[in-house]
């Protein structure tokens, strides 16, 4: 069974940048879909933005674009990275990695992804 664990949160001032990183263990990355969600105190989990593996088709929610990035490295755990930048308190909560079957190509719902990791912390606030 897959697990997936985050890292990478942190507490930034507005406009600042952060990578997340979302690892798998007990088994690979490479074939799947793997959605990024946050969770803000008091609100409900959203979809942030998704990546198909391994032909690295990505999509954003509208308040992720133009601002986030995901990738994908094969290293020997295979990485999946969420790259932010110009940050603000808006994207403030708990970051998520999942993953799903299928491709990434519309807003990653909750629902449809499994293997939840435990999330990361990202604050931001000046």
């Known amino acids: 069974q897959v697990q997936l664990v985050e890292s990478g949160g942190a507490e930034v001032e507005p406009g600042g940048s952060l990578r997340l990183s979302c690892v798998a263990s007990?088994?690979?990355?490479?074939?799947?879909?793997i959605g990024w969600f946050r969770q803000a105190p008091g609100k409900e989990r959203e979809g942030v933005a998704c990546?198909?593996?391994?032909?690295?088709?990505?999509?954003y929610t509208r308040s992720a674009q133009g601002r986030f990035s995901s990738y994908f490295e094969y290293n020997n755990k295979g990485t999946v990275y969420l790259q932010m930048s110009r940050l603000n308190s808006d994207d403030t909560g708990l970051y998520y990695c999942?993953?799903?079957?299928?491709?990434?190509?519309?807003?990653?719902?909750?629902?449809?992804?499994?293997?939840w990791g435990r999330g990361t912390q990202v604050t931001v606030s000046s």
């Open positions: 999942a993953v799903a079957d299928g491709l990434c190509f519309q807003e990653p719902l909750p629902g449809n992804y499994a293997h």
């Open positions: 007990g088994g690979g990355l490479s074939y799947h879909n």
């Open positions: 990546i198909s593996l391994p032909n690295g088709g990505t999509y």
